[in-house]
């Protein structure tokens, strides 16, 4: 009786371990498991050499704060002065980080201004934070 429980066990402990090398094994592969970065191949100059791009993703939003190391991007300039609707998890929600963007830019921002940003990296969190490339001021 006892080696027909072990040979149970140790059967459902393969199929699990084998369901989930199958479920990991059907994923994109990369470093965060980021969907909105992505590379693909571009073909350069007149030869076949082809080099790795990085896309960035962008939203537009309006700041709602500012710290030393990442912004707060809000979709409604209503929620830049209203700290309940800030609070709230409203999609379009995103903290940047600002360690890899011009600190000329960055300089230049103030809390309530239109702005578009780019930038890749994503963690999911609530709000979702992500690595910001390039930001423009809009209004």
């Given at each position: 009786?006892?080696?027909?429980?072990?040979?149970?066990?140790?059967?459902?402990?393969?199929?699990?371990?084998?369901?989930?090398?199958?479920?990991?094994?059907?994923?994109?592969?990369?470093?965060?498991?980021?969907?909105?970065?992505?590379?693909?191949?571009?073909?350069?100059?007149?030869?076949?050499?082809?080099?790795?791009?990085?896309?960035?993703?962008?939203?537009?939003?309006?700041?709602?704060?500012?710290?030393?190391?990442?912004?707060?991007?809000?979709?409604?300039?209503?929620?830049?002065?209203?700290?309940?609707?800030?609070?709230?998890?409203?999609?379009?929600?995103?903290?940047?980080?600002?360690?890899?963007?011009?600190?000329?830019?960055?300089?230049?921002l103030e809390v309530?201004?239109?702005?578009?940003?780019?930038?890749?990296?994503?963690?999911?969190?609530?709000?979702?934070?992500?690595?910001?490339?390039?930001?423009?001021?809009?209004?």
């Open positions: 009786m006892y080696k027909v429980k072990n040979s149970i066990a140790v059967l459902l402990l393969t199929a699990v371990l084998s369901a989930c090398y199958n479920n990991q094994a059907d994923q994109p592969s990369g470093d965060d498991g980021d969907s909105a970065q992505q590379e693909k191949p571009v073909a350069e100059g007149e030869g076949s050499e082809k080099k790795a791009v990085t896309e960035f993703a962008e939203t537009t939003g309006y700041i709602a704060s500012i710290s030393p190391d990442r912004i707060f991007i809000v979709p409604a300039l209503e929620q830049v002065n209203n700290q309940e609707l800030r609070e709230k998890e409203i999609k379009g929600q995103i903290f940047i980080r600002t360690r890899d963007m011009d600190e000329r830019e960055i300089s230049n309530g201004q239109k702005v578009k940003v780019s930038y890749k990296g994503v963690m999911y969190s609530s709000p979702p934070q992500a690595y910001g490339h390039e930001i423009e001021i809009l209004k």
